[in-house]
């Protein structure tokens, strides 16, 4: 089973994603925000990262700095959810290091799909 971590301030849409995912089987933990995201990604391993990119306390930029240069042996792939949906914005997110980019706002159904094409790659 794949474990997938969602940190998302926006409790309605975190549990909403979290709903889709578990309804197919996934393995879904949730942080509200970047720094409790960063704690569970010390004590669990995840085969996706799914990040909000505007989070009070640790951004989702931060999140994905601190996975990539300071967790090395976790080779997760990171998709950002963002309102920023700005090319320039974009490039920014997958040049700190995500692997894909969505635009908020988005429907669970495409969340879905993104997901299992994500996990298809692998």
């Known amino acids: ?5 969602i940190a998302e301030d926006e409790e309605i849409l975190r549990m ?4 889709t995912l578990e309804d197919e089987d996934y393995a879904v933990d949730e942080a509200q925000d970047g720094e409790e995201a960063l704690e569970l990604l010390k ?3 995840y085969d996706l ?6 989070m009070p306390i640790v951004t ?5 700095q601190q996975v990539r240069q300071e967790m090395r042996n976790h080779k997760q792939k990171i998709l950002m959810l963002s309102a920023k949906s700005q090319a320039f914005e974009q490039e920014k997110v997958l040049n700190a290091g995500a692997d894909y980019f969505m635009a908020k706002p988005f429907s669970p159904l495409a969340l879905l799909a993104k997901v299992e094409e994500i996990f298809n790659e692998v």
């Open 16 to 19: 909403l994603i979290m709903d």
């Open 60 to 64: 989702g930029i931060e999140v994905i």
């Open 1 to 5: 089973m794949k474990r997938i971590l």
């Open 49 to 54: 990262l799914i990040l909000d990119y505007m």
């Open 43 to 45: 004590k669990n391993e």
